[in-house]
């Protein structure tokens, strides 16, 4: 019997670290909200593009684009009233609530084997160089890479797309705003690579290009900066 034990292999019954696993919690948040998903899946592209351009292994860029595309997973526990503010002001109250997400984001990633890249990703992508940034302050170096490389295509795309409280602005405007960024809330050398990325390749996201549609919903992304 103890024979029979031994050479039994049983699989795990919730299979993890899985890529669907992780899409799946991406569509979760997506399902309630059509701009973050949109602005999900334009993060990992441009966060995609950016880790290739630092040159990092194959395995590495995978795990940064899904680092952008779960970087708002955290938003899933955000109470309606301030995922649906609409307004560039917020109450004390509702800005601490948004500035949990990320630490929200790291503990739901938690259930599941990802790998480090993505939980850094989401976990710190609000930090800033000068350690202006949230949930921990942290500054320069200690912010892991794939934060910084996801914090760099959040702000593109941010500012990029129409907001409720604000209109996109044209590729070159978004270049000047990411260099005013450069070296206090964005690393300089990131952004310069990534600022020659989106000119020489320009901006195309095919499976979600910026547009009209995206002006029509809301969801508290007026807070994810
Ligand atoms: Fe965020």
């Not at 002001?89 to 503990?107: D, F, K, T, W, Y």
């Not at 890479?145 to 409280?165: G, W």
């Not at 952004?191 to 996201?205: K, P, Q, T």
Request: proline share 5%.
């Amino acid at each position: 019997m103890a024979e029979v034990a031994q050479t039994l292999v049983y699989p795990p019954i919730f299979p993890i670290n899985d890529t669907r696993t992780l899409m799946l919690m991406a569509s979760a948040l997506g399902l309630r909200d059509k701009y973050t998903h949109a602005h999900a899946h334009r993060v990992a592209h441009y966060s995609k593009r950016l880790a290739v351009r630092v040159g990092l292994p194959m395995h590495e860029v995978m795990q940064i684009a899904m680092g952008g595309m779960l970087h708002d997973l955290g938003k899933l526990a955000l109470s309606d009233r301030v995922f649906s503010n609409q307004r560039a002001e917020c109450s004390e109250e509702m800005l601490q609530e948004v500035r949990n997400h990320p630490l929200i984001g790291a503990a739901l990633l938690k259930k599941v084997a990802c790998g480090r890249p993505i939980t850094d990703a989401v976990l710190y992508h609000h930090e800033r160089i000068n350690g202006q940034g949230y949930p921990f302050g942290i500054k320069g170096n200690a912010i892991p890479l794939s934060a910084k490389i996801v914090s760099i295509a959040d702000c593109f795309d941010a500012i990029t797309t129409d907001r409720p409280y604000q209109k996109r602005k044209s590729r070159q405007e978004a270049f000047s705003v990411l260099l005013k960024m450069a070296g206090t809330s964005l690393a300089a050398d990131l952004v310069a690579l990534f600022v020659d990325e989106i000119r020489c390749n320009g901006m195309a996201c095919h499976d979600h290009p910026p547009t009209a549609a995206d002006t029509t919903v809301h969801a508290g992304n007026n807070l994810s900066h």
